[in-house]
């Protein structure tokens, strides 16, 4: 569905990405780990168009978006919800929603159709609906940065770390969110430094450091080496400790 | 008693006309991080064309901002393309720089074209007034700020009911976030630029009847202007609203009780106040280059 081949950029002079090679499969949820400086953020920006790369090949369902404006992508199907601060601060949560349609907002049955659906699928939205987007809580500006998403319909969804700042309640609340999107055919990929929760969302795992994609595999495979943990994630997965472990890298999990 | 009433409706009559001349600056501030000093040059520019529109053919002044609001939106968006464009992700000093070479520009070409002279408007009503009690309202200065409060009226409503107006808002408040939902960077700031020109079509045409102009009183009108947005808070449009308000009641309070040599320093006293003591003003921005 997604692939990116040999992807190389950065801010300014530097090269953040040195070549990154990455294939997100249809319905899947991938989930990309690794340390802070690793570039993971910096995937999703060259996917969603915030940035250009300088070389390389991305391409969604076989066209080549490299080198697409951030409102084509869009229109492609892919639509990201960054790290924080996505939303209008004084526009109301009913609004900032409909901001997410403003690509198909000529077409007024489909924008009603989908904000009727985002209502029924994200309840917040209708909850605080008229309140401004700027007084709402960490997770419930999450959940409204999600549901404004869902209003292209999304075929790929890109989160930048969906837990960061999220207390555990708001959390499990964003994660369900996720699955329940997953389950209705969306894909997923993801960023985030809660490796545990991340891997255990995903269906797909990837490690990343130094601007480039060390390991791919499935989420499993990924979270339960220890091997992988220790060297990449700072043994964050801690999987080991409760047994899970069978030692050993899985089949699926090849080195690149 | 009577002289305070009076002063204040009249500080409030100028005070709408003034928050109407301001919003445009605001606005393009908000969504563009532009200063245009070159909005005050608008207004002068759109005061000598209501002008002459008059001499001319005896049109009403303020009415002839029917023609002069398209023109002045034409005007601005043009101006945006192929100028303003240019240093888009610059620093706001280079937006002072390249609109005070843009104000400097009209200048000459209207000294040239319209003479050295100061002008002024006078349609029928101009010595009219409208009798509420003991104060009088002057006709003109009654139809100017109604003229204003419908085109902020308009504003408004274009801001908040439409989806240019909330593509607008949306890239004042999170630039990045609105790219994030396709509202396209480079065309919404060109409409902010046409819609911010645009107010001037209409606080020029009023400018042509209230006060008498010659192509510097540019300098003049752009110090009133930002003295309203940085009190008010750059970008924000209410701020701005707010600071016409508080400026125009403080302007005739003082040519009232003071004299009329010190009302139009008074704001050149509020911005340096509010630069030293709240530099963010009442609602927006700081106007600092570290933290724009």
Redesign the interface.
């Known amino acids: 569905m997604l692939s990116l081949k040999g992807v190389v950029a950065g801010y300014g002079g530097g090269s953040v990405l040195q070549g990154v090679d990455l294939e997100c499969a249809p319905q899947t949820i991938t989930c990309i780990v690794g340390p802070n400086g690793a570039g993971k953020s910096t995937v999703l920006r060259v996917i969603?168009g915030?940035l250009k790369p300088s070389s390389g090949e991305i391409s969604m369902n076989g066209e080549a978006i490299a080198d697409r404006?951030?409102?084509e992508i869009?229109?492609r199907g892919i639509?990201?919800v960054?790290q924080s601060?996505?939303?209008?601060?004084?526009?109301s949560v009913r609004?900032n929603v409909?901001?997410?349609g403003?690509?198909i907002?000529k077409q007024r049955a489909l924008l009603r159709e989908r904000l009727d659906m985002v209502l029924e699928r994200v309840p917040i939205v209708a909850a605080r609906g008229g309140d401004n987007a700027g007084n709402l809580s960490g997770g419930q500006r999450r959940m409204v940065e999600i549901a404004?998403c869902l209003m292209l319909d999304p075929k790929l969804i890109l989160l930048d770390e969906p837990s960061l700042g999220l207390d555990p309640r708001s959390l499990a609340g964003v994660a369900g969110l996720i699955n329940e999107l997953n389950q209705a055919g969306t894909t997923v990929l993801l960023v985030e430094q809660n490796v545990r929760l991340g891997l255990g969302l995903a269906t797909h795992g990837v490690v990343m450091e130094g601007g480039k994609v060390r390991l791919t595999g499935t989420a499993t495979a990924i979270k339960d080496d220890p091997e992988i943990a220790s060297l990449y994630l700072g043994g964050a997965s801690g999987s080991s400790a409760d047994g899970r472990s069978s030692g050993g890298p899985k089949t699926e999990t090849t080195s690149v | 008693m009577t002289h305070l009433v009076q002063a204040i409706a009249l500080g409030l009559l100028i005070g709408g006309v003034y928050a109407l001349m301001a919003s445009g600056l605001t606005l393009i501030f908000g969504v563009m991080r532009i200063i245009n000093i070159a909005q005050g040059a608008f207004l002068i520019l759109v005061a000598m064309l209501t002008w002459w529109l008059w001499h001319e053919t005896g049109i009403d002044p303020i009415l002839a901002s029917v023609v002069t609001t398209p023109l002045m939106f034409g005007f601005g968006w043009v101006a945006y393309r192929l100028l303003l464009s240019r240093i888009r992700g610059s620093s706001a000093s280079m937006s002072v720089l390249l609109t005070f070479g843009f104000a400097l520009v009209i200048e000459g070409v209207l000294n040239i074209t319209a003479g050295n002279k100061f002008k002024s408007a006078t349609p029928s009503y101009f010595e009219e007034s409208f009798r509420v009690g003991a104060i009088s309202l002057p006709k003109a200065q009654v139809f100017g700020f109604l003229a204003a409060m419908a085109v902020l009226g308009v504003l408004y409503f274009v801001l908040t009911r439409t989806w240019t107006g909330r593509a607008i808002r949306a890239a004042t408040q999170n630039p990045s976030g609105a790219a994030l939902v396709g509202v396209g960077a480079t065309g919404t700031a060109a409409l902010a630029f046409a819609i911010g020109s645009a107010t001037t079509g209409v606080g020029g045409s009023i400018l042509s009847v209230l006060y008498p102009f010659f192509p510097a009183s540019h300098y003049d009108w752009i110090s009133r202007l930002l003295g309203i947005v940085v009190l008010g808070g750059m970008g924000s449009l209410p701020g701005a609203l707010i600071g016409a308000g508080i400026l125009g009641l403080a302007e005739t309070l003082t040519a009232t009780y003071g004299s009329l040599n010190w009302s139009t320093l008074v704001f050149y006293i509020v911005i340096m106040v509010v630069l030293l003591f709240r530099p963010q003003g009442l609602f927006g921005a700081k106007l600092r280059e570290d933290t724009v």
């Open positions: 969603s915030l404006s951030p409102d869009l229109r639509t990201q960054p601060h996505a939303l209008f601060p004084t526009m609004e409909l901001m997410g403003y690509l907002r404004r």
